[in-house]
């Protein structure tokens, strides 16, 4: 299983979004996000048709967050062009793990 790493701590589980339906459902459909998740070649997203609200980071390609965003459902999101991709979890989870703009993330497959 991947894990969700910030320097030297692993902060939660991670799903990996590579493909591109796995890319378009991302969160659609469900009521809640236990630890985080992974869309691979992404740059924007959208909380339409979704049931609560969560944090987005978009990273650069070394893993750097460029930005940090909480979304209500329903709304569409703004393209971050520098961003290659993106992790969602649920609102809040960023500011517990201690993640903002300028921290690098990283994926790994065992703890």
């Known amino acids: 299983m991947p894990w969700l790493a ?7 589980s991670l799903e990996v979004a590579r493909t591109r339906p796995e890319r378009r459902r991302g969160l659609l459909g469900r009521d809640e996000l236990t630890g985080a998740l992974l869309i691979e ?13 969560i944090d987005v980071a978009f990273l650069d390609i070394r893993g750097r967050v460029i930005d940090v965003v909480t979304m209500p459902p329903g ?27 300028g ?6 497959l065992d703890t």
């Not at 921290?103 to 790994?108: A, G, I, K, Q, S």
């Open 41 to 53: 070649r992404c740059r924007c997203v959208h909380t339409i048709g979704m049931s609560f609200d």
């Open 75 to 101: 709304r569409i999101g703004r393209p971050r062009l520098a961003a290659r991709s993106v992790v969602e979890a649920q609102a809040g989870a960023f500011e517990r793990w201690g993640i903002a703009a």
């Open 6 to 12: 910030y320097g030297d701590r692993v902060v939660a």
């Open 103 to 108: 921290d690098t993330l990283d994926v790994r």
